[in-house]
T-cell receptor, first 118, second 114 residues
């Protein structure tokens, strides 16, 4: 069964520290997509990145970087030089299709709550 | 501005009083869905819609109804709300139902049923 595990429930760091949020997934599909979303204290869900199962290249976007490793079924997210504005809950999600291939339901991890303290 | 708009943002209601949470998107997306978010359970899909007049159950559909009469709107209806439906609800839309499409989320509706 498809599953996403974010083992870190809460992380607290001091501003300017680097922090890595772990995401491990399970799927039997050969083609799948992984996502990271951010949920700031205001509550909305903000898309951060999408990665398909055939592209294991790491990605960097400013202070954010993602490490996708198919061999360990992991898709970890690193924030470099963290800032107070990075404080949020971060969700990793896996996209599957149902048997008819037409429901792009997201399977969500439970989230990691990141607190960046000044 | 491309967006998904939910209303209301906050709602307190009493058990049994029918309510509707509206969702509208301005991106001409075919696919829309509703999720609920609960502590310790994460986000779970309630219903989804592949296109106008095409809807189907997600993982937790009991106690909810939806309709898709127009492409842009996908309201969530609670005919007889109960306290266990107290939750944070999100509407999402994406270009299609294929797994690679990015989902855009509304700002959420925090519902309390007393």
């Amino acid at each position: 069964a498809q599953k996403v595990t974010q083992a870190q429930t809460e992380i607290s760091v001091v501003e300017k520290e680097d922090v890595t949020l772990d995401c491990v997934y399970e799927t039997r599909d050969t083609t799948y997509y992984l996502f990271w979303y951010k949920q700031p204290p205001s509550g909305e869900l903000v898309f951060l990145i999408r990665r398909n199962s055939f592209d294991e290249q790491n990605e960097i976007s400013g202070r954010y970087s993602w490490n996708f490793q198919k061999s360990t079924s992991s898709f970890n997210f690193t924030i470099t030089a963290s800032q107070v504005v990075d404080s949020a809950v971060y969700f990793c999600a896996l996209s599957e299709a149902n048997n008819a291939g037409n429901n792009r339901k997201l399977i969500w991890g439970l989230g990691t709550s990141l607190a960046v303290n000044p | 501005e491309a967006q998904v708009t939910q209303n209301p943002r906050y709602l307190i209601t009493v058990t049994g009083k029918k309510l509707t949470v509206t969702c509208s998107q301005n991106m001409n997306h075919e696919y829309m869905s509703w999720y609920r978010q609960d502590p310790g359970l994460g986000l779970r899909q309630i219903y989804y819609s592949m296109n106008v007049e095409v809807t189907d159950k997600g993982d937790v559909p009991e106690g909810y109804k939806v309709s898709r009469k127009e492409k842009r709107n996908f309201p969530l209806i609670l005919e007889s709300p109960s306290p266990n439906q107290t939750s944070l609800y999100f509407c999402a839309s994406s270009l299609s139902g294929t797994p690679n499409t990015e989902a855009f989320f509304g700002q959420g509706t925090r519902l309390t049923v007393v």
